[in-house]
């Protein structure tokens, strides 16, 4: 079966402007959770969704949201770009809410110049 | 808020060889402590895990021990071989809480033929 499928792989974006990251999960996984991961900070929980809900939100500034639609497929969107923001970012589907059998997807690779 | 640590930061063995990978969390909620290997450019695929109601848990070369008093964990990897070359990360989560794992630093290992 196909695994979590990010989009794009990578980005190239100017400081201040936005951006969309895609993640489809597995077929059939309702919950899609959001990492950021650079050499400094490693690996740090954004958000999780389930349900088209976001169920919980990690420690970032409200630049970083995101949504999840009915099919389950969730976007992120950082707005107001800034150099930190250069980061690998991984989705993570799993079949119901929680980290129990986590998937995580290729991630995008943002750069922000 | 969670802390997770890991050390070392690098682990050179020569095949054949055993490595072993530490981690201590903060959070005595923890119950889910999962170990993802992250190749260059790849992402995270976990190989193995232990819940907090188990002290050891094995996988042919792989194996994973849990002190909860001392809230410790650590990975066990036995005659080593150059495709476990890798980043490994541990983690830690409350999986009656707040649904994300918290990683720790990783580790890189090299195991040289």
């Known amino acids: 079966k196909a695994g979590v499928t990010q989009t794009p792989r990578y980005l190239i974006k100017t400081r201040g402007q936005q951006v969309t990251l895609s993640c489809s999960p597995i077929?059939?996984?309702?919950?899609v959770s959001w990492y950021q991961q650079t050499p400094g900070q490693g690996l740090q929980f954004l958000f999780e969704y389930f349900s088209e809900t976001q169920r919980n939100k990690g420690n970032f500034p409200g630049r970083f949201s995101g949504r999840q639609f009915s099919n389950s497929r969730s976007e992120m969107n950082v707005s107001t770009l800034e150099l930190g923001d250069s980061a690998l970012y991984l989705c993570a589907s799993s079949l119901a809410r929680g980290v129990d059998g986590y998937t995580f997807g290729s991630g995008t690779r943002l750069t922000v110049v | 808020g969670e802390n997770v640590e890991q050390h070392p930061s690098t682990l050179s063995v020569q095949e054949g060889d055993s490595a072993v990978i530490k981690c201590t969390y903060s959070?005595?909620?923890?119950?889910?402590f999962p170990w993802y290997k992250q190749e260059l450019g790849k992402r995270p695929q976990l190989i193995i895990d232990i819940r907090s109601n188990v002290g050891e848990k094995k996988d042919q070369r792989i194996a994973v021990t849990l002190n909860k008093t001392a809230k410790h964990f650590s990975l066990h990897i036995t005659e080593t071989q150059p495709e476990d070359s890798a980043v490994y990360f541990c983690?830690?989560?409350?999986?009656?809480?707040?649904?994300?794992?918290?990683f720790g630093t990783g580790t890189r290992l090299l195991v040289s033929p």
């Open positions: 983690a830690a989560a409350d999986t009656a809480g707040f649904q994300k794992l918290v």
């Open positions: 077929s059939g996984h309702r919950s």
């Open positions: 959070d005595s909620a923890s119950n889910y």
